[in-house]
């Protein structure tokens, strides 16, 4: 299909809908139908979505919203590389369940470390996302300040967890530790180090916008489940009571005894 | 656990969760005697607009939630349309207040425009949240899996 003539052709609105917002909706409507009915056609459903997403730049160019597209496809490399070698590590070692090579631990250290250079090189070199030449994706300033000040947020809160509420995991928190400081180290850099296309001012802007954006995240969804949670007991106490069922007879008691009693005591060993 | 021990737990593990920002105003204060960069006009368009957002999204995700609920409970309607409604009003609360004037109006010309793009923007947010996430809870689980094997019995070492 000739992407260029279909898109002269459509209305720029209808353009985003089709080729932006169905794919979209797509990937949770892919997950939960792969949760609920069909596992394969769900993910071919969500994984469709994804690729459509990606490939939003050139389909709909038009739209701004697209630079999101823009965003995954340049994200979503590094960002697989680090889960997948969280899991390869985590999985390598004492597991009950699922145990993998002890081999693989090395891969997945080399693969959440070349996650991580992958990510820092978007901001310290060239690989920074542009949509347009020396044009950084806007969505790039909402997404590198937000994973970094919350990663190191919630390592650090993971590490006092550790230490209060588990036993003898000392070293176990500090390794937490570490990644909080890992990524707050990563954060004070950015906030004094220019890169090729971000510079630290631009940096420390886009850090208290993503406070700012994070708070209202917290606030807006605790809001909804309080409003959630209001609904469910109104409706909850609104209910009548269970009928009352008349109380067992003798012979439902002499019944129940007998069965009791077969299920009693047990073989010696 | 004492509850007076539940209570200082939980505070202490909200102060480290909060210890990194905490620590970036510090050095900021410090080095600056300013919070440089911050302009709280833009940061506070930026909070509402993502506090509207959250709401909105996450009462149609609770709304969705519904029908599982409705599924033990003969399918009542009146929780879902608790729900409609409360969903429906983070939209006209949305439209309604970006539409007073440039206060929730960020580098956008329109009200649609700004619902588009708070709404993209929440994706892109959640996305980092959800990866940032993924490397904490990821990072503490291979910590643990990292150490030699303990026993839970005393008795079994034996």
Known sequence: MNIRDFRSDMDEMLQALLLFWIPVSMVPLGVWYSLTSSPLRGRFLAFTGIVLICLSPWTVPSSPSSAAGHLLGAVIGPCMLIVLGIYLISFSGNVSVGKLPRSDRKIGVLMAAVGFAWLAGMHWWILTPQIAPDEVNPYWNVFWPTFLLLTSCLASCSAVTLLMIGEQRKTESNIMFIVSAFSFTLLLLGLNLDGPLVNAGEFRQHLWLAVADMAGIAIGSILSILVFALVIYTYERNLPDPESITPPTDSELKQVSSLIATHLGGEEE | ?158
């Open chain 2, 1 to 158: 656990m004492k509850e007076s021990n539940v209570v200082f737990t939980w505070r202490m593990m909200l102060l480290a969760f909060l210890i990194p920002p905490l620590l970036i105003l510090a050095i900021e204060v410090t080095f600056f005697g300013e919070f440089k960069g911050l302009d709280s006009g833009v940061s506070f368009t930026r909070f509402a607009n993502a506090t509207l957002t959250a709401f909105t999204l996450c009462s149609l995700f609770l709304l969705g939630n519904l029908f599982f609920y409705g599924e033990s409970r003969n399918r009542p309607l009146a929780p879902l349309v608790g729900m409609i409604m409360a969903t429906g009003f983070g939209v006209l609360a949305t439209v309604f207040l970006i539409g007073q004037g440039p206060m929730l109006l960020e580098d956008n010309g329109s009200v649609r425009a700004q619902a588009i793009y708070n709404i993209v923007h929440m994706f892109v947010s959640s996305g980092a949240i959800l990866l940032s996430l993924c490397v904490a809870l990821g990072a503490t689980f291979s910590a643990i899996t990292s150490q030699k094997q303990r026993s839970s019995f005393e008795l079994e070492d034996e």
